[in-house]
């Protein structure tokens, strides 16, 4: 079972740069895929990146991100990056990094493919 705290949100200008991480304190984080989620305010929660489990090895992105968002994890630390370049201030949101179950399969996107949460860390960004 994944245990997920993240680390890292912050206030940051347009432009600028945040490195989240997200550590799991449970014993089988290399057989989970991770995903990264936000909730900008007012809105609902939206897909923003994963990374899927080792030996099942692949990345994904919301077009939104995708060339300014880079996610990698580093196993043996359990803990996952998601590194924020040239943020916007739509980028403003809570930001959740999530977990499937074990060794899943196929391209999770949506929430319901994710059944262990995080609590959540604040990204602000002002123009």
């Known amino acids: 079972q994944a245990q997920l705290v993240e680390l890292g949100g912050g206030l940051v200008q347009a432009g600028g740069s945040l490195r989240l991480s997200c550590v799991d304190s449970?014993?089988?984080?290399?057989?989970?895929?991770v995903g990264w989620f936000r909730q900008p305010p007012g809105k609902e929660r939206e897909f923003v990146a994963h990374?899927?489990?080792?030996?099942?090895?692949?990345?994904y992105y919301h077009d939104s991100v995708r060339g300014r968002f880079t996610i990698s994890r580093d196993d043996p630390k359990n803990e996952v990056y998601l590194q924020l370049n040239d943020l916007k201030p739509e980028d403003t949101a809570i930001y959740y990094c999530?977990?499937?179950?074990?060794?899943?399969?196929?391209?999770?996107?949506?929430?319901?493919?994710?059944?262990?949460w995080g609590q959540g860390t604040q990204v602000t960004v002002s123009s």
């Open positions: 999530a977990a499937t179950v074990r060794k899943a399969r196929g391209v999770p996107s949506r929430a319901q493919d994710f059944p262990y």
């Open positions: 449970g014993r089988t984080f290399s057989e989970h895929t």
């Open positions: 990374i899927r489990w080792t030996g099942n090895d692949g990345t």
